[in-house]
């Protein structure tokens, strides 16, 4: 069974500072792995995903790098906002891409 | 990007009523919906895989006649959580993937509290 861990839980850092959160997961026979953004009682934002035969994603000041054989992910938050606050979850996809499993999260909060 | 429609936001209902909650994939034919629920500071759990015109496959431990889903048309899936308790209270999320889309692309979720 597929579990997705994310540290840290929580994270508080001053506004401008770079942060990486980890995403670990035991099965490496990934099809896909999907970093999300979710704000407080809302759904989920789709941020990047990474295919099992890719290194990493960019997308603005976020890149997601991913090491399958070591079930490894990493979001790199550059020049952190207060705007950015929120909860980030992985997710990883399994079962040829229909079944997704989410990790615990890590929930943000970006201080001026 | 894709747009998926979730409807109601938020729902109160007294105990003992069903709920109906709906998903529409606004600009694509989602051939595959799912439906997840999150408990406070806890992360998503998915209850079940909807295909358009086939039953859906239901996760160990989700009742299959307490929370029926129906994904009748390509646009469309809904959620009808039955006779509900307190304890079905919580944050409802549907997402729906494409043919051709690899990605999920998610409702904006409902918040259900059962009195």
């Known amino acids: 069974k597929q579990e997705v861990t994310q540290i840290p839980a929580a994270l508080s850092v001053p506004e401008g500072e770079n942060l990486v959160l980890n995403c670990s997961f035991t099965?490496?026979?990934?099809?896909?792995l999907q970093w999300f953004r979710q704000d407080p009682g809302k759904g989920l934002t789709s941020l990047l995903l990474?295919?099992?035969?890719?290194r990493e994603q960019t997308s603005g000041r976020l890149n997601a790098s991913l090491d399958k054989s070591s079930g490894r992910s990493t979001l790199y938050i550059a020049a952190s906002q207060p705007g950015d606050s929120a909860t980030y979850l992985c997710a990883v996809y399994t079962g040829g891409g229909n079944k997704l499993t989410f990790g615990t999260g890590t929930q943000l909060k970006v201080e001026l | 990007g894709a747009v998926v429609s979730q409807h109601p936001s938020w729902v109160i209902c007294k105990s003992g009523t069903s709920v109906k909650i709906e998903c529409r994939s606004l600009d694509f034919q989602a051939t595959t919906m799912f439906w997840y629920r999150q408990f406070p500071k806890q992360s998503l759990m998915l209850m079940a895989t909807?295909?358009?015109?086939?039953?859906?496959?239901?996760e160990q431990g989700v009742e299959k006649d307490k929370f029926l889903i129906n994904h009748a048309s390509l646009t469309l899936s809904t959620l009808t959580v039955t006779s509900a308790h307190p304890e079905d209270s919580s944050f409802y999320i549907c997402?729906?993937?494409?043919?051709?889309?690899?990605?999920?692309?998610f409702g904006s979720g409902t918040q259900l509290s059962v009195l």
């Open positions: 997402s729906a993937r494409g043919r051709s889309n690899e990605k999920l692309f």
């Open positions: 099965d490496s026979a990934i099809y896909n």
């Open positions: 990474i295919q099992s035969s890719q």
């Open positions: 909807s295909n358009e015109g086939s039953k859906a496959t239901y």
